[in-house]
Protein backbone atom coordinates (compact mmCIF):
# COMPACT_ATOMS: atom_id res chain seq x y z
CA UNK A 1 0.00 0.00 0.00
CA UNK A 2 1.73 3.51 -1.04
CA UNK A 3 2.03 5.75 2.01
CA UNK A 4 1.37 8.99 1.52
CA UNK A 5 4.58 11.67 0.62
CA UNK A 6 5.84 13.38 3.37
CA UNK A 7 5.71 17.25 3.10
CA UNK A 8 8.85 17.64 2.12
CA UNK A 9 9.26 14.91 -0.40
CA UNK A 10 5.87 15.94 -1.73
CA UNK A 11 6.69 19.40 -1.97
CA UNK A 12 10.15 18.00 -3.84
CA UNK A 13 7.96 15.92 -5.98
CA UNK A 14 5.65 19.02 -7.03
CA UNK A 15 9.12 21.03 -7.66
CA UNK A 16 10.30 18.72 -9.86
CA UNK A 17 7.02 18.63 -12.02
CA UNK A 18 6.71 22.47 -12.55
CA UNK A 19 10.57 21.99 -13.02
CA UNK A 20 10.36 19.45 -15.78
CA UNK A 21 7.27 21.28 -17.32
CA UNK A 22 9.47 24.54 -17.81
CA UNK A 23 12.80 22.40 -18.89
CA UNK A 24 10.98 20.14 -21.59
CA UNK A 25 8.64 22.68 -22.75
CA UNK A 26 12.56 24.75 -23.65
CA UNK A 27 14.36 21.85 -25.04
CA UNK A 28 12.14 18.99 -25.77
CA UNK A 29 11.59 15.36 -24.48
CA UNK A 30 15.40 14.53 -24.83
CA UNK A 31 16.47 17.23 -22.25
CA UNK A 32 19.05 16.28 -19.50
CA UNK A 33 17.04 15.60 -16.38
CA UNK A 34 20.20 16.96 -14.68
CA UNK A 35 18.26 20.55 -15.73
CA UNK A 36 15.19 20.03 -14.43
CA UNK A 37 16.74 18.37 -10.92
CA UNK A 38 18.97 21.90 -11.06
CA UNK A 39 15.36 24.30 -12.21
CA UNK A 40 13.73 22.10 -8.94
CA UNK A 41 16.88 23.42 -7.04
CA UNK A 42 16.95 19.74 -5.72
CA UNK A 43 20.04 16.93 -6.33
CA UNK A 44 19.46 14.36 -9.46
CA UNK A 45 19.21 12.28 -6.84
CA UNK A 46 15.92 13.15 -5.29
CA UNK A 47 14.73 13.53 -9.08
CA UNK A 48 15.66 9.54 -9.05
CA UNK A 49 13.91 8.91 -6.23
CA UNK A 50 10.42 10.40 -7.22
CA UNK A 51 10.91 9.35 -11.29
CA UNK A 52 13.00 6.07 -11.15
CA UNK A 53 13.27 6.12 -15.30
CA UNK A 54 13.30 8.94 -17.43
CA UNK A 55 9.93 7.92 -18.29
CA UNK A 56 8.22 8.62 -15.24
CA UNK A 57 8.89 11.88 -15.39
CA UNK A 58 7.60 12.19 -19.33
CA UNK A 59 4.89 10.34 -18.27
CA UNK A 60 3.37 12.59 -15.78
CA UNK A 61 4.36 15.91 -17.97
CA UNK A 62 2.95 13.88 -21.50
CA UNK A 63 -0.61 12.81 -19.30
CA UNK A 64 -1.54 16.60 -18.29
CA UNK A 65 -0.84 18.22 -21.85
CA UNK A 66 -2.61 14.94 -23.54
CA UNK A 67 -5.79 15.53 -20.81
CA UNK A 68 -5.20 19.56 -22.05
CA UNK A 69 -5.14 18.88 -25.86
CA UNK A 70 -8.12 16.50 -25.33
CA UNK A 71 -10.02 19.15 -23.45
CA UNK A 72 -8.83 21.27 -25.98
CA UNK A 73 -10.96 19.09 -28.87
CA UNK A 74 -14.13 18.86 -26.27
CA UNK A 75 -14.67 22.41 -26.26
CA UNK A 76 -13.39 23.12 -29.98
CA UNK A 77 -16.50 20.28 -30.82
CA UNK A 78 -19.22 21.87 -28.73
CA UNK A 79 -18.27 25.48 -30.52
CA UNK A 80 -22.00 26.70 -31.76
CA UNK A 81 -20.28 26.76 -35.81
CA UNK A 82 -18.27 23.72 -36.77
CA UNK A 83 -15.91 26.32 -38.83
CA UNK A 84 -15.26 28.08 -35.74
CA UNK A 85 -14.39 25.04 -33.75
CA UNK A 86 -12.51 23.57 -35.96
CA UNK A 87 -10.60 26.59 -36.75
CA UNK A 88 -10.10 26.70 -32.05
CA UNK A 89 -8.60 23.58 -31.80
CA UNK A 90 -6.17 23.89 -35.03
CA UNK A 91 -4.91 27.53 -33.96
CA UNK A 92 -4.67 26.57 -30.32
CA UNK A 93 -2.46 23.69 -30.75
CA UNK A 94 -0.32 25.17 -33.28
CA UNK A 95 -0.15 28.28 -30.80
CA UNK A 96 1.04 25.77 -28.01
CA UNK A 97 3.43 23.78 -30.15
CA UNK A 98 5.16 27.30 -30.71
CA UNK A 99 5.29 27.65 -27.07
CA UNK A 100 6.48 24.13 -26.06
CA UNK A 101 8.68 21.70 -27.80
CA UNK A 102 7.53 18.82 -25.46
CA UNK A 103 3.71 19.68 -26.79
CA UNK A 104 4.95 19.57 -30.06
CA UNK A 105 6.77 16.39 -29.72
CA UNK A 106 4.12 14.83 -28.59
CA UNK A 107 1.61 15.97 -31.15
CA UNK A 108 3.86 13.91 -33.76
CA UNK A 109 3.50 10.80 -31.67
CA UNK A 110 0.80 8.55 -32.98
CA UNK A 111 1.39 5.54 -30.17
CA UNK A 112 0.91 7.94 -26.96
CA UNK A 113 -1.97 6.89 -24.36
CA UNK A 114 -4.31 9.21 -24.68
CA UNK A 115 -3.68 10.23 -28.35
CA UNK A 116 -6.68 7.76 -29.15
CA UNK A 117 -9.33 10.22 -27.07
CA UNK A 118 -7.68 13.13 -29.25
CA UNK A 119 -8.01 11.36 -32.46
CA UNK A 120 -11.67 10.65 -31.78
CA UNK A 121 -12.68 13.62 -30.97
CA UNK A 122 -10.47 15.16 -34.13
CA UNK A 123 -13.03 12.86 -36.20
CA UNK A 124 -15.64 14.45 -34.98
CA UNK A 125 -14.60 17.64 -35.33
CA UNK A 126 -14.21 16.52 -39.01
CA UNK A 127 -17.53 15.08 -39.69
CA UNK A 128 -19.08 17.76 -38.31
CA UNK A 129 -17.84 20.13 -40.13
CA UNK A 130 -18.10 18.14 -43.67
CA UNK A 131 -21.88 18.02 -42.30
CA UNK A 132 -21.86 21.52 -41.87
CA UNK A 133 -20.14 22.04 -45.59
CA UNK A 134 -17.58 24.13 -44.01
CA UNK A 135 -14.40 21.81 -44.68
CA UNK A 136 -13.46 20.11 -47.84
CA UNK A 137 -14.80 16.92 -48.66
CA UNK A 138 -11.59 15.23 -49.31
CA UNK A 139 -9.77 16.88 -46.01
CA UNK A 140 -10.03 13.85 -43.22
CA UNK A 141 -8.15 13.53 -39.55
CA UNK A 142 -5.01 12.22 -40.76
CA UNK A 143 -4.94 15.55 -43.21
CA UNK A 144 -4.94 17.49 -39.90
CA UNK A 145 -2.43 15.56 -38.03
CA UNK A 146 -0.48 16.56 -41.24
CA UNK A 147 -1.56 19.92 -40.95
CA UNK A 148 0.19 19.78 -37.40
CA UNK A 149 3.03 18.08 -37.82
CA UNK A 150 4.20 20.40 -40.33
CA UNK A 151 3.52 23.43 -38.09
CA UNK A 152 5.40 21.68 -35.22
CA UNK A 153 8.55 21.70 -38.54
CA UNK A 154 7.40 25.63 -39.36
CA UNK A 155 7.44 26.54 -35.16
CA UNK A 156 11.04 24.34 -34.90
CA UNK A 157 12.26 26.77 -37.85
CA UNK A 158 10.79 29.91 -36.96
CA UNK A 159 8.65 30.24 -33.72
CA UNK A 160 7.46 33.63 -35.13
CA UNK A 161 6.44 32.32 -38.60
CA UNK A 162 3.66 29.44 -37.62
CA UNK A 163 0.75 31.78 -37.92
CA UNK A 164 1.16 32.89 -41.21
CA UNK A 165 1.73 29.51 -41.94
CA UNK A 166 -1.25 28.48 -40.25
CA UNK A 167 -3.24 30.92 -42.18
CA UNK A 168 -1.94 29.50 -45.68
CA UNK A 169 -3.12 26.17 -44.61
CA UNK A 170 -6.17 27.00 -43.13
CA UNK A 171 -7.03 28.39 -46.07
CA UNK A 172 -6.27 25.52 -48.25
CA UNK A 173 -8.99 23.38 -46.03
CA UNK A 174 -11.68 25.66 -46.31
CA UNK A 175 -14.77 24.15 -48.47
CA UNK A 176 -15.13 26.05 -51.85
CA UNK A 177 -11.04 25.98 -52.56
CA UNK A 178 -9.97 23.72 -55.30
CA UNK A 179 -8.76 20.26 -54.68
CA UNK A 180 -5.84 18.72 -55.13
CA UNK A 181 -5.59 15.25 -56.84
Not at 46 to 56: G, K, N, Q, S, W
Not at 90 to 103: G, I, S
Request: hydrophobic share 45%; glycine share 6%; proline share 3%.
Amino acid sequence: MDRPLRRDAQRNRDALVAAARQVLAERGLRAPLEAVAKRAGVAIGTLYRHFPERADLIDAILAEKVAFWAELARQSLEADDAWDGLVRFLERTCEMQAHDRAFTELTCLAHLDGRAEVNRLVAGLVERAHHEGVLRADVGPTDLAFFVMANARVAEADPGQWRRHFHLMLDALRAGRPQGE
